[in-house]
């Protein structure tokens, strides 16, 4: 059977939409108990959608209207903690503000979906798009979905409930997109129907719950001497993950005839490239065009699109890497007093490549065509880091 | 004796027996959520406020604990002292949790007491906003505070409800500042401005707080209950003397036992007959308070318990 692109499809069952919008109907599909929603630009069109459904009677959630992004991943906490599955959505100083809860969601392993409308963190305060926000949660030990367009948004929400939910991973999920670029962006998305989502994604059934019947205590405090094992346990999850998000990808295509990559990375004209961009997010969509009309002048490149960040996809790039002489990794966000973190990371995973760091977009800055072109031509070049403007 | 009033007699007997025996099926069921082998110090005052909320409530509740002394001394991974269903994530956000499990149970149609439990830093300090907003939102949960007057699990800090002149490690007394500076906060009011009910209770009047616990589970929506816990190290007391220093508490006036209830005052027990000092001169952490530094206490403690009573007297809806 052949798997089409997330891209191409069939026309025919296509709506025009938010992405926004395409990530509450996702979610309201995965039927979540308890939504915490709590207003953030460029996230809030997404709480919205979710309220104004609630309000129809169209989802059975319950509505929490928290007071703080930090009451919102606390209200999931506490109520995945009860057996049930739930959702919220953020950005940037909402993020940060739930830093806190971030790091105790992965470890006490609830396995909660969020989306992220990324966007730039104060100061100067900015509300456009980069990916400070998430990049600066990279160690909270939730899986990160990075997601180039709305159908990819769409299907991912749906994914990262299947893949966080499984027993030996219960770890949390963020689904990113790029705020306005990509929140706001209107495109045509590829509907599923409940029936199709409800025989994709199994109904939760955690292990353990607060539940009166069998009481358990959640959220112990651990010595020196079992703290170790909780954070190896969490490690050797997230490592389990990356087959997991391999096979749920494949699983997913093979039902909806949509696939992203392995689920991992995906590649674009990369077979004989002797030179490749590696970026995250939206613009993607933006190097393919100049990647498609560098090819057309004959020059070998392809594009590496990294679709999750955590976890790593070491190997999948150790893979593919062998042949390409020349890579240029894009950064929309900077590590201070370092380089770009994703830069920092591929670096450490494919030590003998020569790779350039270029860090752009920063709060909103447009990346155009021009810029990726600029980009290119920089490929190779000694100064390993530099900025675009 | 005639025919109806025999019959009157046998019927009361009857009703004796029936409620006698109802009592000791109670006693038969007396339920201990919070077991003995915690860490807690000898003589905690907020370990025994502990227990008998865990009694009072049953089995058919969900904790939620902040971050602090009972939460530590209690979930010692892999041991517990909690027979109900426990869960701790944070320090700031016991009520934000609760309200998660509310909305969770609602979903679930289960019908459970939702009760939430922090020391005062996670209620008057870093716990306020979250447990504003859940009463704000009408989560049905019970919060209580078990108020040990600073910030103990790390080593006595002031916070805000540490009285005015108490010596902790942050408010030490020196030549120039004499311990805190501040009055405490008073939260109990605080939060029945929200318009949820509200009251103060002390682990030396026992039945008055197991009844205030009853009473606020019965009510839908938000309720807060804010109990006394002396800390023997804290406070330097005597182990033996948690109980004794919550009655004089009540007795000088100073921790005056009273429910918000419909925006209505009611003093439970209108018992001040102590001065002030008898209270203040059996703690370390006052030791060093002068007679002029005591008078303003009195001062303080009259006006406040004065107003109270007022309040309760004249039965004026206030919120």
Known sequence: MQIKSGRAGNKDARKMIECSEAIAEATALCKPAVVATYPITPQTHIVEMLAKMHSEGRVNSEIINVESEHSAMSACIGAEACGVRTFTASSSQGIALMSEMLFIASGMRLPIVMAVANRALSAPINIWNDHSDTMAQRDAGWLQFYCENAQEAYDSIIQAYKISEQKDIMLPSMVCVDGFTLSHLWEPVKMLSQADVDSFLPVYNPLYKLDSEIPVTMGALAYPNTYMHFKKQQQDAMLNAVEVIKKTNLEFGKRFSRIYGNGMIETYKIEDAKEAIVAMGSVCSTARIVIDRLRQKGRKIGLIKIRAFRPFPNEELKKIAGKIEKIAVIDRAISLGNSGPLFIEIKATLPKSHINNFIVGLGGRDISENIIESIVKKIGQKQEIEWVF | ?319
Request: glycine share 8%; aromatic share 8%; with cysteine.
């Open chain 2, 1 to 319: 004796m005639n025919g109806y009033s025999k019959m009157k007699r046998i019927k009361k007997l009857g009703q004796a027996k029936k409620e006698t025996k109802k009592i000791r099926e109670e006693k038969l069921e007396e339920f201990e959520g919070f077991v003995s082998g915690h860490n807690a110090c000898a003589g905690c005052g907020a370990a025994i406020a502990m227990r008998h909320i865990a009694r009072v409530a049953g089995r058919n509740s969900i904790i939620s604990i902040a971050t602090g002394c009972m939460e530590v001394v209690s979930t010692s991974y892999p041991l517990t002292a909690w027979k109900l269903p426990l869960i701790h994530s944070a320090f700031e956000n016991a009520a934000a949790t609760a309200s998660g499990i509310d909305a969770a149970l609602r979903h679930l149609n289960k019908k459970t007491n939702v009760i939430a439990i922090a020391g005062d830093g996670g209620t008057f300090d870093i716990g306020f906003q979250a447990l504003s907003g859940a009463i704000e939102r009408n989560q049905n949960f019970l919060f209580i505070c078990y108020d040990n007057e600073a910030y103990m699990n790390t080593g006595i800090q002031r916070s805000g409800s540490t009285p005015r002149f108490t010596e902790t490690t942050t408010s030490p007394y020196g030549r120039v500042l004499h311990g805190k500076l501040e009055w405490k906060k008073q939260m109990p009011f605080i939060v029945a401005a929200h318009g949820c009910y509200s009251a103060t209770a002390s682990i030396a009047f026992l039945s008055d707080f197991h009844a205030k616990i009853k009473k606020a589970l019965a009510i839908p929506g938000p309720k807060f209950i804010s109990v006394l816990a002396p800390c023997t190290i804290g406070w330097k007391i005597q182990n033996s003397d948690a109980i004794e220093i919550s009655r004089l508490a009540v007795q000088t006036g100073i921790f005056p036992l009273y429910e918000v209830e419909n925006g209505t005052v009611k003093l439970n027990f209108d018992i001040k007959s102590r001065p002030v000092s008898e209270y203040l001169k059996r703690q370390g952490r006052f030791e060093h308070l002068n007679d002029r530094e005591i008078r303003e206490v009195q001062k303080k403690v009259d006006e406040i318990y004065g107003r109270i009573k007022n309040l309760s007297n004249l039965q004026i809806k206030i919120f």
